[in-house]
């Protein structure tokens, strides 16, 4: 079987969590819960073909439940922050679930992460197995105008690539802006952390942000300073950089203006020394934000019991710009009532030639 299902666990409330699990005829592995429509493990072999879990998650269902960093979600409506917790939308002032002490609105509030999603189609073809789950997020919600129907499809295709497919309508115009919330460690380890990783973005830009986290509204180049990965570099070879914008994250948490002729739609490539593992981004929305887990502290405890620390994992999150609702000079993430989102992220997966 291509796709197996297995009971996670119970919320708090009593509602059932379903595990999927998905195998392609590489023998490639993800297993996703309907929790937030999560990967909650993803197995990729290394140089010498051994297997490993390349993504930070949490054995049980309690601990997603209380958890706070989003460990592979689903993420929306909005993903990222928006300033001050509302936005103006025809004439009309929408006011949202403020969950940053900064008064902004982060992934959305009590965002998709928090909600039970129902599958609703999946494929047992050996080579492209994939399962489709559905939210309804109706008007109103978080403070968010329309009825929108979300779809979120994840896909094993031949050879080592997970594709998440993404659609939505809304009845009432809305922003959109959904994403995936995976944090990757090529090592397979997440003691380790990934700061000897190899990272490039095809991103001549990014957007600086204040303090909070928060678009300042420029789009800044990153040649000479450390926010430059137009050539791959180690993660942490600038990660302790005294410069503002890095300093005041602790790390990278930034939104990159990805290229818009790159090539084939590839955004990204990650590259771990230790075990050979590869990891390319491929997407066609504008911008990618790259988080380092620098607000990882060791008290959320990952699969196997680890303690999951500050750059244990970085996120690729492909993405509209965050606080572009306030930013008319970035991307519209508004969409008509009717007009449907589509978008489509592709993490490919594969070894180099190195010594064994």
Request: net charge negative; proline share 6%; hydrophobic share 30%.
């Amino acid at each position: 079987m291509s796709i197996q299902k297995e009971l996670f666990g119970y919320l708090s409330d009593g509602r059932a969590v379903e595990r999927y699990r998905l195998t392609n005829s590489s023998g490639m592995q993800a297993e996703i819960i309907s929790y937030g429509a999560s990967v909650n493990k993803l197995l990729v072999p290394d140089r010498n073909g051994k297997l490993g879990d390349v993504v930070l998650g949490y054995d049980s269902l309690e601990s997603y439940e209380k958890g706070t960093k989003f460990f592979g979600a689903a993420i929306g409506r909005y993903a990222n922050r928006i300033a001050g917790g509302s936005f103006s939308l025809n004439g009309k002032e929408y006011r949202l679930t403020q969950n940053e002490a900064s008064g902004a609105t982060l992934h959305g509030g009590t965002g998709f992460d928090r909600k039970v999603w129902h599958v609703v189609s999946s494929c047992e073809e050996e080579d492209r197995p994939s399962i489709t789950f559905a939210y309804l997020s109706p008007d109103g919600e978080e403070g968010f105008p329309g009825d929108l129907e979300v779809k979120v499809t994840y896909t094993l295709i031949r050879g080592h690539s997970l594709r998440i497919d993404y659609w939505a309508k809304a009845d009432r115009d809305t922003p959109i802006n959904l994403t995936n919330h995976s944090y990757f460690n090529l090592t397979g380890d997440a003691a380790c952390t990934v700061l000897g990783h190899r990272l490039q973005i095809a991103a001549d830009a990014f957007t600086p942000t204040t303090p909070d986290g928060i678009p300042t509204g420029e789009v800044l180049p990153v040649t000479g300073t450390p926010m430059d990965f137009t050539t791959e570099k180690p993660v942490g070879q600038d990660i302790h950089s005294h410069y503002p914008q890095i300093a005041a994250a602790r790390g990278y948490d930034h939104n990159y203006v990805l290229s818009p002729d790159r090539e084939g739609g590839k955004v990204a490539r990650v590259y771990d020394p230790d075990s050979g593992r590869i990891l390319e981004v491929y997407t066609q929305e504008p911008g990618m934000q790259l988080y380092t887990a620098n607000y990882l502290d060791g008290t959320d405890i990952g699969k196997g019991g680890v303690p999951l620390h500050a750059y244990c994992a970085l996120c690729l999150e492909t993405q509209h710009f965050p606080d572009s609702v306030h930013q008319p000079q970035f991307p519209s993430p508004f969409y008509r009532a009717g007009e449907v989102f589509r978008s489509t992220t592709e993490y490919r997966f594969s070894v180099d030639e190195g010594s064994k």
